[in-house]
């Protein structure tokens, strides 16, 4: 049995300092309520945190709260941004790798031609 049936929302907090922790994000918002997981981004090139989390939290009526009670609140000095987190876009589908500008199938053809025969014709 699933303990938390439906997927609420991740929360987005943004304007974190560098040096702030996972924890210190959780027992922050453990003061609205029960938190499911809090997730920190890294730099893939240096490693270090970027400023900017994930929340998530048990109860839908404690993200709401959560939203409107640390909107603007300072954490390590910061004003914390927190909102609804912006839903992750469908991968795109088709081809993977396009070289080149865009073209219609007989967009600049006749030119290419042309200049094909001009160089090879002589």
């Known amino acids: 049995m699933n303990k938390f049936p439906e997927k609420l929302p991740?929360?987005?907090v943004g304007n974190l300092d560098y040096a702030t922790t996972k924890e210190q994000?959780?027992?922050l918002f453990e003061t609205v309520?029960?938190?499911?997981r809090v997730r920190m981004r890294?730099?893939?090139n240096t490693g270090k945190p970027r400023n900017f989390a994930f929340v998530q939290m048990v109860r839908e009526a404690d993200v709401a709260k959560a939203i409107a009670k640390l909107e603007g609140k300072p954490l390590?000095?910061?004003?914390?941004?927190?909102?609804?987190?912006?839903?992750?876009?469908e991968p795109r589908q088709g081809?993977?790798?396009?070289?080149?500008?865009?073209?219609?199938?007989?967009e600049g053809?006749?030119?290419?031609r042309s200049a094909f025969k001009a160089l090879f014709s002589r």
């Open 10 to 12: 991740d929360i987005y």
């Open 42 to 44: 890294r730099d893939k």
């Open 33 to 36: 309520g029960p938190v499911v």
């Open 76 to 89: 390590d000095g910061r004003p914390l941004n927190v909102s609804i987190a912006n839903e992750k876009p």
């Open 109 to 112: 053809s006749d030119k290419a």
């Open 25 to 27: 994000i959780q027992k």
């Open 95 to 106: 081809p993977a790798l396009q070289i080149g500008p865009r073209r219609s199938q007989n």
